[in-house]
């Protein structure tokens, strides 16, 4: 039998060219990344990236039709480009999930690399290229009759590439804006990450902010280091009046819950206005003997926080209650004509045109009484390509499950 | 309070799936036997059913506010996907495992009544919520399945009574798996969109996430393409059951993931 061995670089080409190159690929951009500064990567504006996207989309077409049969596009299109492609990336997005990303504490050749930010490097954004040129080539060649042979290919594999076309050709269209409600104050700017504003094509004003908080946990914390001690899983537990939990070895028992106090020289006394916080009155026991009891409280704007030492060792104190549920009452406006009051609250995004309105955050500090509400507000005009090769990924999801392999 | 009547609900189920599993179990030749097997399980998942439309007519809205409400969900979804599995693969295994993982649900929920009115955290009160967490619960088990299969593919490799059969289950496996985990991924990102306005935001949990897809979907590939290779796709599916597990538990540890908004911790 004749066996001659195929040379490196001598085509059909397989795997080895596929992984030497991916490698170059990623020393280049690794050598890009550090000459280039630091500056983050951003896509074209409009109308360049559609005129680039839809460039680059027909230009891949037409490559196809004139040179499918090349021995360069054939490897392109093949399965050992498309995994050499797919482990680069895997390989980068492991960096990413390994080094911490965005953090001050990055040193000087992480940061020049890029590796402290991988999705916004040239690493990622010439590894994202191959990916892409590897799938579009892959799907040109099996978009041809019959198509119902090759539908549930194409549903997962062009369901792929709209999603990553929708999200690098429309990344620069994306509009990201912060608008800061205030009580009976309207609002028309928003305002982006660098602190630019910009006029919205609505009015917006806070007529009520609303927020029912959950009542606060007991927990047990450290002495020294300050940390809540969370070896026991029934650690931090909500309080009632008349409860008692076990931690470790003590028990906690809360004789009094006063929801909302404020203090004065006597003591803590129920009050319901601003700047009140919850305090309990609890009695530690350990082996049905008293140890210690005392009062502890979260502490607001307007009473100190109080912790309940009970060795040397650890402390009994009350955590800062969490929202349960909150929300604002607005009343909109678009062009001084259509108006509408209605509310918004998380997982319940109000859609104005061709935006959409989240709540995102209140003035913690003031908690129940916070007068501003905090909006974000979202323009994603690429949207729908996207669902659409969600959707797309969910049949072909469908199909993988349904016919399992063959 | 109509939750007075779960029990009454959850107890018909609860032998309705303890009878019927075990029927289905010792039906081997026996086709009356499993028909009144599944015919039993259905009747535990109609029971399930009952209970959330009596409670969604009594609030007046979806129950999906509360721990205890979420918990009736996957009560419900865990047998019907379990069953609709083992009808279509004929694996008693994922049956057995559905409806036990039902009951833990449905057992917290008998014994934790203090979670009935128990507020989930605003930005877990969405449609989307139990669909997430479910099919990554079958997703896992089912790349779990296949993990065990390489891993016996590797002894019997070293031993060398290796049948590639056994590679051909794995793919199966692995197939359903990815589907489940592609269909996690992709409602978390709807969810995410509905929440907070961003589908991805590179949290680590979801960079995990996408790492683990990506590992099933480079062992598909090779499967694909060379078929006849053993220890090479041997490992990789072990390889890609860690940075599964490393993405399920093991970013509560690392040093990159502690910002991650769905690290478990207080």
Redesign the interface.
């Known amino acids: 039998m004749d066996q001659s061995k195929r040379q490196l670089w001598q085509f059909p080409w397989r795997y080895k060219e596929g992984f030497i190159l991916t490698t170059g690929l990623w020393i280049v951009g690794l050598l890009i990344e550090s000459l280039s500064g630091h500056r983050s990567i951003r896509f074209p504006g409009w109308p360049f990236h559609i005129e680039m996207g839809f460039g680059i989309t027909v230009l891949l077409i037409i490559i196809h039709l004139l040179y499918k049969d090349s021995a360069l596009i054939k490897w392109l299109s093949s ?2 480009a ?2 050499s492609s ?2 680069l ?2 390989i980068l ?2 960096a ?6 965005q953090s001050v504490k990055s040193n000087g050749t992480i940061h020049i690399l890029g590796l402290d930010r991988i ?1 916004n490097s040239w690493p990622f954004l010439l590894s994202t290229i191959m990916l892409f040129t590897s799938l579009s080539f892959t799907i040109l060649k099996r978009f041809k009759p019959p198509f119902k042979k090759n539908i549930f290919f194409l549903l997962n594999h062009l369901g792929l590439w709209l999603i990553i076309f929708a999200v690098s050709v429309g990344a620069s269209d994306t509009k ?1 804006l912060f608008m800061q409600l205030e009580k009976n104050t309207t609002t028309i700017v928003g305002t982006d990450d660098q602190n630019q504003t910009y006029k919205m094509p609505f009015q917006m004003k806070l007529l009520d902010f609303s927020i029912q908080l ?1 009542p606060p946990k007991i ?1 047990l914390f450290d002495n020294y280091t300050g940390k ?1 001690n ?1 070896k026991d899983k029934r ?2 537990f909500l309080i009632k009046k008349n409860a008692s939990e076990k931690i470790l070895d003590w028990t906690i028992a809360i004789k009094e819950f006063i929801p909302s106090v404020k203090e004065d020289s006597s003591g803590y006394y129920a009050s319901n206005d601003t700047g009140s916080a919850p305090a309990a009155f609890v009695t530690v026991y350990q082996n049905e003997k008293q140890i210690t009891k005392g009062w502890i409280t979260s502490g607001g704007l307007k009473v100190k926080p109080k912790y309940l030492e009970i060795d040397n060792n650890y402390s009994i104190a009350m955590t800062i209650p ?5 929300s604002s009452k607005i009343v909109y406006t678009i062009d001084k004509h259509h108006y509408d009051t209605t509310s918004i ?3 319940n ?1 109000l859609k104005i045109g061709s935006w ?1 309105i ?1 709540q ?1 955050s209140y003035d913690k500090e003031k908690g129940q009484w916070s007068t501003i509400s905090i909006m ?1 507000a ?1 323009q994603d005009p690429w ?1 729908p390509i ?1 669902y659409a090769g ?1 959707f797309m ?2 049949g ?3 199909y ?3 016919i ?2 063959n | 309070m109509i939750w007075v009547s779960y029990p009454i609900f959850s107890i018909i189920s609860t032998i309705a799936f303890i009878v019927g599993i075990s029927l289905i179990y010792a039906s081997i030749s026996k086709p009356l036997l499993r028909f009144a097997g599944e015919a039993l399980l259905i009747t535990g998942i109609i029971s399930n059913l009952s209970f959330i439309i009596i409670l969604w007519i009594y609030l007046n809205r979806p129950p999906l506010r509360t721990l205890g409400e979420t918990r009736l969900w996957y009560s419900f979804f865990l047998p019907l996907i379990g069953i609709i599995t083992y009808k ?2 004929n694996l008693k295994w994922f049956l057995l495992y559905s409806i036990g993982m039902s009951f833990i649900f449905l057992l917290l929920n008998l014994f934790k009544t203090e979670t009935y009115d128990q ?1 989930l ?3 877990l ?2 449609l989307w919520f139990v669909p997430h967490v479910i099919v990554y619960i079958f997703g896992y088990a089912l790349l779990a399945g296949s993990a065990l299969m390489a891993l016996n593919g590797i002894i019997r490799f070293r031993n060398n009574s290796f049948d590639i059969q056994l590679l ?1 289950r794995a ?2 496996l692995v ?2 798996g ?3 985990i ?2 996690g991924l ?1 409602f978390g ?2 969810w995410a ?7 991805w935001t ?1 949290d ?1 949990k979801e ?2 996430a ?2 683990t897809w ?2 099933y ?2 062992y598909i ?5 060379l078929p006849k290779k053993i220890t090479a796709p041997l490992w990789m599916l072990a390889l890609a059951f860690v940075i599964l597990l ?1 993405a399920w538990f093991g970013i509560n540890y ?4 502690q910002n991650s908004v769905h690290v478990y ?2």
């Open positions: 399965v050992p498309s995994i797919i482990v990336f895997t997005l492991l990413m999930g390994l080094i911490p990303q999705h990201d959950f927990a809540i969370v650690n931090l969490e929202p349960e549920r909150y609250e998380v997982n995004p959409k989240y995102m974000e979202i949207l996207i969600i990924l969910f072909g999801a469908s993988l499950f349904w399992g392999k | 279509r693969w507020t955290n605003p930005a009160q969405s051909k793919d199966n197939y359903m990815f589907a489940f592609t269909l992709l990102a709807l969109k509905e929440a907070w306005g961003h589908y590179w680590p960079t995990w996408f790492l990506l590992g979907l480079i590939h090779i499967r694909w393409h490393v690392l040093p990159s993931a911790s207080n």
